[in-house]
């Protein structure tokens, strides 16, 4: 590393230019490997859990192709990096899974390159195992430290060994770094980062970190530059969307961040992501039902319908107050899209807690759930909890609830038969030729004929067949 720090002089203090300096220095590297190996290095980012995860690989891929790496698929790479997520423990099972198999990789090609990120990197346990049984791993870093990637793939370009460097926590948010986005027509947008809620079953409080908003000024820049490079539909990230800018040195609500979205030229839809009930203001309720752009979907995860669970789960509301909200909800915004997660076997879960729980699914009619069995995670008060549901129970449930939850969201979809929606066109069709899919603003996807030159592009679109969870239809 001496040498590379004195061709360009000592590394800056500040951020991001230091990271901009170790992209040159990585750079060089990766340049005079090339020419060794007689053709271009190439990386494979591989994410697992949620859109944060989605848009942190991103940064990494950003980052990579600014150093010259060029993308590829996982098996042909050269540097393979895992973006982690430990909210279950299949996620995390998954992982290991994975390693299993690059190492026998590695061993054919020893010039590999392996990195782990990401939420499970932030388990103590976890890093003790890889330092124990994983040595053949280069870099580990956290969900903290992933703006200082450049700085660390620099390192253990210079160690030849592990590096490990993990945060407990941070309240730096370094923004300008260089971004790849997976879409050249939508992109997320983080706007805080962490987790203040402690629900007693999460671990995400302890591996994100407290919570912490950006700062209106830097959102609002960084979405007029999406909006200026093709962008126009944006999803606002975080954890808990509806407590954004509490901690702020200069207060705003959300309701009020997503007005100033709505000013941008060239965003035509505003989504976001997630939403906590017990924050769920009048006034987001308001700003959404006036707007234009926000779309009409809506993610309310409820996670139990018992009141009594729901304490226990640290969720601070009750099943009847999360049913007057999304009644308050679907009477303010008809036409409105509500999807949530649930889920099943929370320790000390009766059958007649689980009764409440489809009981609010029948209520609420969810255009889509995403239904969980409850996972134990090492750390969180609930994996202290004593009254653990038996295997066998939590199957039985969670078959029950997965056949009530599709049966509605069938009859939910169906609702817009025959109707004409305005749809963002994703991509080609890959099962049937000749077809593209579009997705309409409450999230539902429509295939219908058309081809590659309608990507990134709008059309009003008639719902003519609906098959279940998406729609046929032809152009308008
Ligand atoms: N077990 C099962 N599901 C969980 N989730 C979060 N933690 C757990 C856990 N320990 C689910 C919640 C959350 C979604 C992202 O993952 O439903 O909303
Ligand atoms: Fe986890 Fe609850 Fe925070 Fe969501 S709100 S990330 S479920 S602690």
Not at 166 to 171: A, F, L, V
Request: charged residues 30%; negative net charge; hydrophobic residues 35%.
């Amino acid at each position: 590393m001496e040498k590379e720090l004195n061709l360009y002089g000592p590394a800056p203090t500040e951020e991001p230019e230091r990271q901009y300096y170790f992209i040159e220095v990585c750079k060089k590297q990766v340049e005079e490997e090339s020419k060794r190996l007689g053709r271009p290095l190439t990386f494979c980012v591989t994410t697992f859990g949620c859109q944060m995860n989605a848009r942190d690989s991103e940064k990494l891929t950003g980052i990579l192709e600014q150093i010259g790496y060029q993308p590829t698929e996982e098996e042909n790479a050269d540097f393979v990096i895992y973006n982690t997520c430990t909210v279950r423990e299949n996620a995390n099972l998954k992982v290991y899974g994975h390693l299993g198999l690059l190492k026998h990789r590695k061993k054919e090609n020893p010039h590999m390159k392996i990195a782990l990120c990401g939420c499970m990197m932030q388990e103590p346990e976890v890093v003790k195992k890889l330092k124990e049984s994983y040595r053949f791993v280069d870099l580990v870093f956290g969900t903290h430290n992933i703006f200082k990637f450049a700085e660390l793939l620099a390192e253990s370009m210079e160690s030849g060994g592990m590096i490990v460097d993990i945060w407990k926590d941070t309240q730096e948010i370094v923004e300008e770094l260089p971004i790849e986005r997976k879409y050249a027509f939508k992109s997320g947008v983080n706007i805080m980062f962490g987790c203040n809620n402690f629900c007693s079953y999460c671990i995400v409080p302890y591996v994100r970190g407290r919570e912490r908003s950006r700062k209106p000024e830097d959102i609002i820049r960084e979405i007029e530059k999406l909006a200026a490079d093709g962008v126009s539909e944006i999803m606002l990230l975080g954890q808990n969307v509806n407590s954004y800018g509490k901690n702020l040195d200069d207060p705003i609500t959300f309701a009020e961040l997503l007005r100033r979205v709505e000013q941008i030229e060239g965003i035509r839809r505003i989504r976001f992501m997630t939403s906590h009930p017990k924050d769920l203001s009048d006034e987001l309720i308001q700003v959404m039902k006036e707007s234009k752009k926000i779309c009409r979907h809506l993610h309310l995860p409820v996670q139990s319908g018992s009141s009594r669970i729901l304490k226990a789960m640290n969720r601070k509301y009750t099943k009847e107050q999360y049913l007057a909200l999304a009644e308050k909800i679907r009477r303010e915004i008809p036409d409105i899209s509500l999807t949530t997660d649930i889920i099943v076997g929370f320790p000390g879960e009766t059958d007649e807690d689980f009764a409440e729980t489809l009981d609010v699914v029948r209520k609420v009619r969810y255009d889509n759930a995403y239904t969980f069995i409850y996972s134990k995670r090492t750390g969180t008060p609930a994996a202290a909890m004593e009254n653990q549901v038996a295997p066998e129970d939590n199957k039985r449930r969670f078959d029950q609830l997965l056949a009530l939850v599709q049966s509605l969201a069938k009859e939910q979809t169906a609702r817009f038969a025959g109707t004409v929606q305005e749809v963002l066109v994703e991509e080609v069709n890959d099962h049937k030729e000749g077809y593209v899919t579009g997705r309409m603003s409450n999230n539902l996807l429509v295939h219908f004929p058309g081809d590659a030159s309608l990507i990134g592009q709008y059309r009003n679109v008639r719902l003519e067949e609906c098959k279940g969870f998406y729609y046929m239809g032809t152009v308008v």
